[in-house]
């Protein structure tokens, strides 16, 4: 007892596969263009007490993922299966990217002094490139120019980046964010309670972040930030890109004397400028 399924719409192309061996049952499950590569698909094992009794509960599965809209479909050929890549925006300009980098930096060091004391040192492309390799992952252009910008802050500093968060360290975020995507079909059963193209680089201290999205979830514009709350499934995008975050950044502090600086940082006004 076996099948394939996928689910197609503007944002993803998904698929679910399950086979069912006497009592022994396993599925996998993730985005189509990823089916032949095993570090990026989730998959699970199950023994149920008896063959009747995995008949029964795989039945409810395919009654869940029928009602999300899924549907049999023929297995990829691996022959053709498609290399993903990651890229930033097109229209993100690299050159653009520095430019605000180097403003923001001259910003938080004139109006937060103590906190710009408290920003890590900025990675080497070669630093980012070896922990790429350890975790497995593929990091954008525009978060790798962020990470050669500053390194996250220092980790016993808790005063906030940006609303409410803190920026972690590249090894903290993506130690967090493998932490989390193991816990996707356990922990995490509501589908995009959390997803596993989301970089959590910041973080409020209380199992909440702001992800960079490298998929588009929910919305398809690749590379926004979206809130990620660990007791809510609200996921509000908050701003469309990582440049776009910082031109807000700029625009909170040449709009502040230094006296006004709040704890926060709230951005909310300003990404909308």
């Known amino acids: 007892m076996k099948d394939y399924y996928e689910l197609k719409n503007d944002a993803?192309?998904?698929?679910?596969?399950?086979?069912?061996?006497?009592?022994?049952?396993?599925?996998?499950?993730?985005?189509?263009e990823d089916y032949f590569d095993r570090s990026e698909?989730?998959?699970?094992?199950?023994?149920?007490?008896?063959?009747?009794?995995?008949?029964e509960r795989v039945s409810l599965m395919i009654?869940?993922?029928?009602?999300?809209?899924y549907v049999i479909a023929t297995k990829p050929e691996k022959n053709?299966?498609?290399?993903?890549?990651?890229?930033?925006?097109?229209s993100t300009n690299v050159n653009e990217i520095i430019t605000v980098l180097e403003q923001l930096d001259q910003n938080i060091k004139e109006k937060r002094p103590?906190?710009?004391l408290e920003l890590n040192a900025p990675l080497s492309l070669m630093d980012i490139q070896t922990l790429?390799?350890?975790?497995?992952v593929v990091i954008p252009q525009d978060l790798k120019i962020f990470y050669q910008w500053k390194n996250g802050q220092n980790s016993n500093c808790s005063e906030v980046f940006a609303n409410n968060c803190m920026f972690l360290s590249l090894r903290e975020m993506l130690?967090?964010?493998?932490?989390?995507?193991?816990?996707?079909?356990?922990?995490?059963?509501?589908?995009?309670?959390w997803n596993k193209h989301w970089f959590p680089v910041f973080d409020n201290g209380g199992g909440d972040h702001i992800c960079y999205d490298t998929k588009g979830t929910f919305t398809g514009q690749k590379g926004q930030l979206l809130e990620f709350w660990h007791d809510d499934e609200d996921r509000e995008s908050i701003s469309p890109n990582l440049l776009s975050l910082c031109k807000a950044l700029?625009?909170?502090?040449t709009s502040n004397s230094i006296d006004v600086i709040d704890d926060f940082i709230n951005l909310e006004t300003f990404l909308d400028l």
């Open 12 to 32: 993803e192309h998904k698929f679910w596969e399950y086979e069912l061996k006497g009592k022994n049952f396993k599925m996998k499950w993730g985005l189509v």
């Open 41 to 55: 698909i989730q998959s699970k094992t199950t023994k149920y007490d008896s063959s009747e009794h995995g008949k």
């Open 63 to 69: 009654q869940r993922y029928e009602k999300k809209g």
């Open 80 to 90: 053709k299966k498609t290399t993903a890549t990651v890229t930033i925006n097109s």
């Open 114 to 116: 103590e906190y710009y």
């Open 132 to 136: 790429e390799k350890e975790y497995k």
């Open 175 to 193: 130690e967090t964010q493998s932490e989390l995507n193991a816990m996707i079909g356990k922990d995490f059963e509501i589908e995009n309670w």
């Open 250 to 253: 700029n625009n909170y502090y």
